[in-house]
Every structure is written in structure tokens, then in C-alpha cells.
């Protein structure tokens, strides 16, 4: 029998060859339709706000004319034809001559609100009032001074996360939309999960995800909070339920910031997504018109103003008023907020001050952290000027939901130093401390701050003032703290007015609510598993007899002596009596089963 045999080679050259016969109008319709196509799927992946001032437009823009020349020169086959090479460059000029204007007009919106040119425009983007620490900085209340970091709350978020019976391993803490907030006069951390990994995405999406976790920044109580609507719109989210597509295709012109994850009044979980105008030339000057507030558990969305007046700088009616919205705490973001200031303080006399003579120039110090007054939080950051590194002039003050500032002129040690010498006070342990907050105790300028373990658990406290360094005042309660403090300070000839009693009897009411029973387990090994959390591996073990049928979790970080624990083997188990599925073991004892025999 004779075999045919087919020349595949010669089948693609005469396919190509027709299509580069083809006029020059269809290879211009073919590649202009295979363009959109994907130009389509690159908005879909990049998200550019369909606005003049989105530099993320224009990116897009240029990377579907580079589509277009790809695929032109393809259908023409100029990459495998020497000859249509010539043929394809003459048709490209035009895509690569709006590429050019493309890239002369992003170049000139710079230049416009280049801060060279713009410096006062720059200073002006804030407006920053001069402030009376004694008068107007309210003295100590413990009651809303917050007393971790968000480093501990993270680390206070993921042990909670193991109360999660029906998920464990499925979700882990998204510690990048942590938002300090005021929940019902206390400061608190609201931490929004995450998918463990797509795999994960894929098994959990379809139900959302089933709950949040909130740190008490005061007591470093964590809780579990289970929702009846889950999650279903977030940042860790893909396709049309992921939380920046899903406010793009409602609002398609408007420029947005970097998420945030808040609660309302009832607990009701919303991700606040900031709407931002460039006020200076076409790039310059990032600032804040409003918020989007998306339920997350709908996707419903309200557009509010941060104008009280409903009046943006845009021309558009989508905005309302934040008057039923009094809830929010974050919408300036403090990162946005510093560089602000640092525009205030920089541009006070012009640009070319900044960078010669530098007369009455001051930015912002080494770090933020945030205060909670009046029911709003604060973002809070020393002052200090450019030509020091050592001492601050005073601090600033700014509203992250309405932007006001004040602006307090108090002169001593930079945060950075107080930190050292609140360290140095306990350095036999180790104890690393948070950034400072600035506190009025008796009109006294002081830091305070939490000193924290390996392990990030707050184990003491610590005051520092503000003008003299060396006056450090320590204790592993808050009254020991300050009675140490105010001791030091009368050492120094400083007397102050403080009541150490109140703080006792505050401190004593916080005790006698964390109060609770241990309980004692015993009995036989039914079941024990494990799950690695963000790191750290934790084993559940279940008792026989029990009849709770709980599970109690124990990290092989708190003892390692768990590993060798097996099912049948005896074990003495002391936790705290709560209502949960899964809980946290304080003591531990076993004796395997093959010492039984």
C-alpha cells in the first residue's frame, strides 16, 4: 500500500500566504477586532478609571496600540516574510505616532503638577491649625488609649482564627486591610480573612467568607465574630466579586485608594473603598472627595462626599452626604495623611527652600500610630525639623474621616529615643516597645507606649516624658506604670496632679469582666489532628467522654512535647471555660498509651 504523506509546512505557508494576500482594509478590520478582544480582557485584568488624571488609563491605552502592531504585523506575516516587513511599518506608523502623543502628554500632565512648579499648591493641599496641648489634648483616659500594635493584633488575629471549627486551614488573617476603628467607645481592630490559596478560593467561594475577627486594642481580647450574610464582595475575591471590579463597573470614571475593612454600630462588616481627585495639574496632588461604602456580605454600594456640604470638585451628582455615616472612622488613609503634612512642612517658604537654607522646613518623624478621641480616630506622628534627628518640635493631630489637623509645638525626645529608653528601663527581658503615643498626663507631654515579648504579647508598660528622656516609668499594670512614672517625675522636681486610684479601680473592673473558670479535662485520646496557621502548627485534640465534644488546640510553639501525642494516650488538659468550638489549652500533661501497658 503506498503511503500518502502530507506536507503540513506547505498547508500553513499557502493558509498564511492567502491571509497576507488579503487587502489591506481586512487585515486592518481583523487585527482591530483581535484587539479589542484583548484590550477587553486587559481592563478587565488592570482596571483603569476611565478619567483624564488616571495614569493607569494611558498605560492601558498604549499597551492596546502595542496589541494592534503585534497582531497587524502577524496577519501581515512580516515577522516570517522579509518582504512585508516594509509593508507592516508603513501601516504601524500611526498606532506608534499616538503611542508617541501618549507618552509627550503623560510627560507635560507631570510637568504641570510637578512640585517644582507647584510647591505652594503642594502646601496648601492641607490645612493645618495651630494647637494648645494642655488646653486641648484632653489628659489621660486609658479607657480609649490603645495598647497594641498592629503587629500583636495580627498575631492576636491568627490564634483567634483557630476558633474556626468548620474551617480551619481554609482562611487566614488578610493583615493588609486591618483598620483601627471606634466600635462603641473602644478602640478596636476589625481584620477581614482570606482564602488560604486558589485551591482553597475554589472550595469556599461559592458560600463567601463566614466571618471577621475583632482584637480589643485595650484588653488584647480577640473575637471570632461568625456572620449570618457572609462575605461574598473582597479583595480576596477574583473575577466579579472581587471588590475593586465590582466598584469599577458601577462607577467607571472614578479613581480609587487603597481599601479598608469597618464595621458598623451593629457589627455589620463594609469595606470603605476612598474616591481621590488629583487637585494639582493632571497627576499632582492626591487627595480624598469621598468613599464608596460597600456592604460586603450584597455588594451594595453608597457614594458619599467628604464635603458636608455634598459639594465635590466634580461635576456629578452620584455623591450624597455622610450624614447617616457617622460611623465611619477611615477614609483618609494615614499614609496619605503623613505625606500631606510632609507638604505642609516642607513647601512652608517655596521649593527651593526645602533643598537650600531650609528656613521653618519640619516633617513628619520616623513612624505614625493612631488616637482615639471624640468617637473619630486620629493618626497621630511627631513633628521634627529637617535638619534633626534627634528631638521632635511637636506633633500633629489629623481627623481620618474629616482630614482636620492641629498642629502642637511641644519640644523633647523623638519617638525613636523614647523607645530606647523605655527598653533600656527593662532590658534584662527584651521586651521590644511599640511606637509611642503622645499623652497629656497632668499637662505633662509623655509617650506611652507597650512593651512586647518575643511572641508579641504585651507584658509591660511603659511612660516616657517627652522633655526629659531619662524620666521613664514602668510596671506590668497600668497603675504601676504611672505610680512609677509620677515617682520619677517628682525625683526630677516635676510634681504632678494623678489619681493612681481611679486607674486601680478602672483596671480592677477590666479584670473582674476577663474573669474566667478553668476547667479540667481528662481522659483518653479519641481524635487529634493538625493545621499550620500562617506558620505555626497547631494540634486539636478531642477527649474521649467529653461531652462537649469540643476540640482544644495547642500550638507545638507553646509545647512541643504535643507531637508525640498519639490516639489512646492519656492526657490532663486545664483551659479557660468559654463557649467556643475550639480552645485555647493552658496546661497540658499526657502519658502514652504504650506506659499504660
Known amino acids: 500500500m503506498e503511503t500518502i504523506k502530507v506536507d503540513f509546512k506547505a498547508k500553513k505557508r499557502k493558509k498564511d500566504s492567502r491571509l497576507s494576500q488579503c487587502s489591506t482594509p ?36 498604549a499597551l492596546s496600540l502595542v496589541v494592534f502592531i503585534g497582531i497587524f504585523g502577524m496577519v501581515s ?3 516570517s516574510v522579509e518582504e512585508n516587513m516594509e509593508y507592516a511599518k508603513s501601516k504601524a506608523k500611526v498606532p506608534i505616532i499616538l503611542i508617541l502623543i501618549i507618552i509627550a502628554f503623560v510627560i507635560i500632565g507631570y510637568l504641570t503638577g510637578a512640585v517644582i512648579f507647584r510647591a505652594k499648591s503642594y502646601r496648601n493641599i492641607i490645612q493645618v491649625e495651630n494647637g494648645n496641648f494642655a ?53 478596636v481592630r ?31 481580647k480577640a473575637d471570632v465574630v461568625r456572620l449570618e450574610e457572609t462575605i461574598k464582595y473582597s479583595p480576596a475575591e477574583h473575577f466579579n466579586e472581587f471588590l475593586l471590579r465590582h466598584c469599577r463597573f458601577k462607577y467607571p470614571t472614578l479613581m480609587f485608594d487603597t ?49 458636608l456640604e455634598g459639594k465635590t470638585k466634580l461635576d456629578t451628582d452620584l455623591f450624597v452626604t455622610d450624614e447617616n455615616y457617622q460611623w465611619l472612622d477611615c477614609i483618609y488613609s494615614a499614609q496619605l495623611l503623613n505625606e500631606q503634612f510632609n507638604y505642609f512642612g516642607k513647601y512652608v517658604n517655596g521649593f527651593w527652600n526645602s533643598i537650600i537654607g531650609q528656613s521653618e522646613v519640619k516633617i513628619t518623624s520616623s513612624g505614625y500610630n493612631y488616637l482615639a478621641l471624640n468617637d ?23 481627623n481620618q474621616r474629616t482630614k482636620d489637623a492641629r498642629y502642637y509645638q511641644v ?45 508579641a504579647l504585651v507584658k509591660m508598660y511603659a511612660m516616657v516624658n517627652v522633655k526629659q528622656s531619662t524620666v521613664v516609668g514602668v510596671g506590668s499594670s497600668l497603675a504601676e506604670c504611672m505610680e512609677n512614672y509620677a515617682s520619677e517625675l517628682e525625683k526630677n522636681g516635676i510634681n504632678v496632679n494623678i489619681d493612681i486610684e481611679d486607674i486601680s479601680e478602672d483596671e480592677d473592673v477590666a479584670t473582674e469582666s476577663k474573669e474566667v473558670e478553668i476547667e479540667t479535662i481528662s481522659g483518653k ?73
Open 26 to 61: 481586512v487585515k486592518i478590520i481583523i487585527s482591530i477586532v483581535l484587539t479589542l478582544i484583548i484590550s477587553a480582557v486587559l481592563y478587565y485584568l488592570m482596571l483603569p478609571a476611565l478619567n483624564p488624571k488616571a495614569i493607569e488609563l494611558y498605560i492601558w491605552l
Open 190 to 220: 476589625v481584620q477581614s480573612l482570606a482564602y488560604g490559596d486558589i485551591f482553597k478560593w475554589l472550595r469556599n467561594t461559592a458560600n463567601g467568607i463566614p466571618a471577621y475577627i475583632i482584637v480589643d486594642m485595650t484588653t488584647q
Open 411 to 455: 519640644s523633647g525626645a523623638l519617638e525613636d529615643t523614647a523607645r530606647t529608653s523605655a527598653q533600656g528601663k527593662v532590658q534584662q527581658y527584651s521586651y521590644t516597645a511599640t511606637f509611642p503615643l503622645l499623652l497629656n498626663v497632668s499637662s505633662e507631654p509623655t509617650y506611652f507606649m507597650a512593651l512586647k515579648d518575643d511572641s
Open 525 to 597: 485520646v479519641e481524635d487529634i489532628r493538625s493545621a499550620t496557621i500562617n506558620g505555626e502548627t497547631y494540634f486539636y485534640i478531642k477527649v474521649e467522654g467529653d461531652e462537649s465534644a469540643r476540640y482544644y488546640k495547642i500550638s507545638a510553639a507553646k509545647d512541643e512535647e504535643v507531637i508525640r501525642l498519639n490516639v489512646g494516650d492519656e492526657v490532663v488538659i486545664k483551659v479557660e471555660l468559654v463557649n467556643k468550638d475550639f480552645v485555647e489549652i493552658d496546661e497540658f500533661e499526657y502519658r502514652s498509651a504504650h506506659e499504660n501497658r
Open 135 to 187: 488646653e486641648e489634648v484632653a489628659e489621660i483616659d486609658f479607657s480609649s488609649v490603645p495598647r497594641l500594635d498592629k503587629d500583636s493584633s495580627d498575631m492576636l488575629a491568627t490564634r483567634a482564627l483557630g476558633d474556626l471549627s468548620d474551617y480551619v486551614s481554609q482562611f487566614v488573617v488578610s493583615d493588609y486591610y486591618s483598620t483601627q476603628i471606634n466600635y462603641k467607645g473602644t478602640p
Open 259 to 307: 481599601p479598608s475593612f469597618e464595621i458598623d454600630d451593629t457589627g455589620r462588616p463594609y469595606w470603605i473603598v476612598p474616591v481621590i481627585d488629583k487637585t494639582i495639574g493632571l497627576f499632582g496632588g492626591t487627595d480624598i472627595i469621598g468613599a464608596i461604602i460597600c456592604d460586603a456580605a450584597t455588594g451594595e454600594m453608597t457614594l458619599i462626599s467628604t464635603n
Open 376 to 398: 473619630d480616630v486620629y493618626m497621630y506622628t511627631g513633628v521634627t525639623s529637617i535638619s534633626s534627628d534627634e528631638s521632635i518640635i511637636g506633633f500633629v493631630l489629623i
Open 77 to 79: 506575516r512580516a515577522y
